[in-house]
């Protein structure tokens, strides 16, 4: 069985070299490196690597160095600028980038974040990942809505929705009700350009490990989507403070809930397919 994780994030220390935007209440540092070593110790064969808006906003430079460095373990996507009237050139350019699977948009309720699904530049970017044939990974928790109509506007595009589409806490106790636009997530599902990441899913309970509580609404996201469409992930390391890597991936390896084959095609096949590359390990 092959294992991708659908969502990483690594980085490089905060330094004038390369300054953070934001400080996240994540480690330190998270190199290539360290991430490989960490999905060695679980046997993790490779990962999808978003580069860290939070931290470096649209520059992916260090996801191309990471990936230049461990070819056959990274594929990279990319943040691109809904505000840039050239980000159908930065698009083109990125598809060119060894290792570049996907551009990545926000349309969360945040400052900076918050646009109308009939904003020009998140539709300039729709059509341009079409033509770039790219998926469009989107993150619209606590904004479903507004993601589904931009992707009702264009069936031709390849959409991958981050995070179950249901916002996740960065530290803590989970909400009180953290499924509650578990309908909304289900209802996407009709729609059959997208794939959706179960990715961060243990940020969502409120048992401690192996989190057995996450189980039931997943079952009704793998009986919506079908795990051809649902794409396993940790979400590490935005999901630091509330699970290690370990403890985001055992529970899906050793969970009774699932056969081989089921396992097979949550924890790899179907982000294979639906970024249509696989790890090769040296």
């Not at 659908?6 to 330094?15: G, L």
């Not at 490779?46 to 990936?67: C, L, N, P, T, W």
């Not at 699977?101 to 970017?125: A, C, F, S, W």
């Amino acid at each position: 069985m092959t294992i991708i994780d659908s969502q990483v994030h690594a980085y490089e220390a905060n330094t004038p070299k390369r300054p953070w935007h934001n400080v996240p209440n994540w480690p330190a540092h998270v190199t290539g490196d360290e991430m490989v070593a960490a999905m060695d110790k679980v046997g993790v064969d490779g990962a999808i690597f978003i580069s860290a808006f939070s931290m470096y906003r649209y520059d992916a430079s260090y996801a191309v160095e990471v990936q230049r460095a461990h070819p056959g373990r990274f594929a990279i996507v990319k943040p691109v600028d809904p505000d840039d009237p050239a980000v159908g050139d930065v698009i083109a350019e990125w598809k060119r980038t060894p290792g570049a699977v996907g551009v990545r948009i926000m349309m969360t309720k945040e400052p900076g974040r918050d646009r109308e699904p009939t904003h020009p530049g998140l539709n300039r970017i729709a059509r341009e990942a079409a033509k770039n044939d790219l998926p469009v990974n989107i993150l619209c928790w606590g904004n479903v809505d507004a993601g589904a109509a931009l992707i009702d506007r264009h069936p031709d595009t390849r959409f991958i929705i981050d995070h179950l589409a249901i916002r996740q806490p960065r530290t803590p106790p989970a909400p009180p009700q953290p499924w509650a636009d578990l309908p909304r997530v289900l209802d996407l599902a009709r729609r059959q350009n997208l794939v959706i990441k179960v990715s961060g899913a243990c940020t969502l309970s409120h048992e401690p490990y192996p989190f057995p509580d996450i189980w039931d609404p997943l079952a009704r996201v793998f009986d919506a989507w079908s795990l051809e469409r649902c794409l396993w992930g940790t979400d590490w390391t935005r999901a630091y403070a509330v699970v290690n890597y370990e403890q985001a991936v055992e529970p899906f390896l050793k969970t009774d809930r699932l056969s081989e084959g089921e396992r097979a095609m949550l924890m790899g096949g179907a982000c294979a397919k639906a970024y249509r590359w696989s790890p090769q390990k040296a």
